[in-house]
């Protein structure tokens, strides 16, 4: 089977967390902390997490409530594919789906701030530009994201 550039990247991604650990479990370190960013995509115009999304926004909300002090940034995107008021609404979509997820999963709503970015860097590909983005916690400078 051929895999797209993006694709793997998408997959690269996902795993850089659970790669980054694995890095620090073999030096002979502790455990690593938990996860404080995660990433659910988004396939075009949806805003349904899809079954991986799913499995990701699950550990997310095991994180969520292991930091219970933090705030939780559920940060949206879309790719610039469209108008921009329809992106920015796209993106608003995607953030609400993933916090109400999150809130069904035992992370209370007031801890949430969810922001619509609407659409993303265009050097970036389709796929990563239909995103959330979740950070527990510190939220770092805009630049950075």
Avoid: W
């Amino acid at each position: 089977m051929i895999r797209s550039p993006a694709f793997s990247r998408r997959l690269l991604l996902q795993a850089a967390p659970t790669l980054a650990a694995g890095g620090l479990m073999a030096a002979g370190c502790a455990s690593p902390p938990p996860q404080r960013v995660f990433v659910v995509f988004f396939q075009q115009d949806s805003v349904v997490p899809d079954t991986d999304a799913a499995t990701i926004l699950s550990r997310a909300s095991e994180a969520a409530k292991l930091y219970a002090a933090d705030p939780v940034h559920v940060i949206g995107f879309a790719d610039p594919a469209g108008t921009p008021d329809v992106n920015r609404m796209l993106s608003q979509q995607r953030a609400e789906a993933v916090s109400a997820y999150l809130a069904q999963h035992g992370v209370p709503p007031t801890r949430m701030i969810r922001t619509a970015r609407g659409p993303t860097d265009p050097s970036r590909s389709r796929v990563e530009r239909r995103r959330v983005e979740l950070r527990i916690g510190a939220l770092p400078p805009p630049s950075t994201y």
